[in-house]
């Protein structure tokens, strides 16, 4: 089983449609990351958290540390938000920090 | 502030052959890594680096090699490439002390390398 577990992993919707994605985890960790890899393959850090919640702009992420899951949600979605989302977990492994990643989801929007 | 420099986008090599992936950032992060990209698998940390002169083995290093002389370059090399390290290639920095409030890490623009 994979320490990180995303779903869906692939997920199409219409343009203003609201979207979820989500992050499940089976690790203690000291923080969670979400990224977007747009097609032309670059990676972006969106956010890291370790409790709560976050926003920025239509970009809200939120983190349930009992029961190890967290969310990423767009509001408004638009066809350039299209891409794929990483959730990451950063843990320690033997002592060492160690960043375990999703798969990613796949995420269309659709004008 | 360029942020994080991978060089080159694309390679294509003959296996046996090696090469060096250069990765360099210019924010002063301590905490530098490789990782590599297959499809249908997450990100997988090849090395990393805490500071300049340390270097430890993530989770897949066999046929790569790494070294940080400088806080700022951290390349990766392949030492004899083979088909089965055709991937595409993510250097990433960060600070941790302390993490940065959004923004944990940042990422190069990716290699893409294949093995012939």
């Known amino acids: 089983k994979n320490e990180v577990e995303q779903s869906p992993q692939n997920l199409t919707a219409q343009e203003g449609e609201f979207i979820t994605i989500n992050c499940s985890y089976s690790v203690g960790i000291s923080a969670l990351h979400w990224l977007q890899q747009h097609p032309g393959g670059g990676i972006v850090s969106l956010f890291m958290?370790?409790?709560g919640k976050k926003k920025h702009g239509r970009l809200i992420a939120t983190i349930n540390i009992q029961e190890k899951h967290s969310s990423l949600h767009i509001t408004a979605s638009h066809p350039r938000d299209s891409a794929v989302y990483i959730c990451?977990?950063?843990?320690?492994?033997?002592?060492?920090?160690?960043?375990?990643f999703g798969t990613g989801t796949r995420l269309t929007i659709i004008p | 502030n360029a942020g994080v420099t991978q060089t080159p986008k694309f390679q294509v090599l003959k296996t046996g052959q090696s090469m060096t992936l250069q990765c360099a950032q210019d924010m002063n992060h301590e905490y530098m890594s490789w990782y590599r990209q297959d499809p249908g698998m997450g990100l997988r940390l090849i090395h990393y680096s805490v500071g300049a002169g340390i270097t430890d083995q993530g989770e897949v290093p066999n046929g790569y090699n790494v070294s940080r002389s400088t806080t700022e370059d951290f390349p990766l090399r392949l030492l004899s490439a083979a088909p089965s390290q055709t991937s595409v290639y993510f250097c990433a920095s960060g600070d941790r002390q302390p993490p940065l409030p959004n923004y944990g890490y940042t990422f190069g623009s990716g290699t893409r390398l294949t093995v012939v």
């Open positions: 990451a977990v950063r843990h320690f492994n033997f002592g060492n920090e160690k960043l375990t």
């Open positions: 958290l370790s409790s």
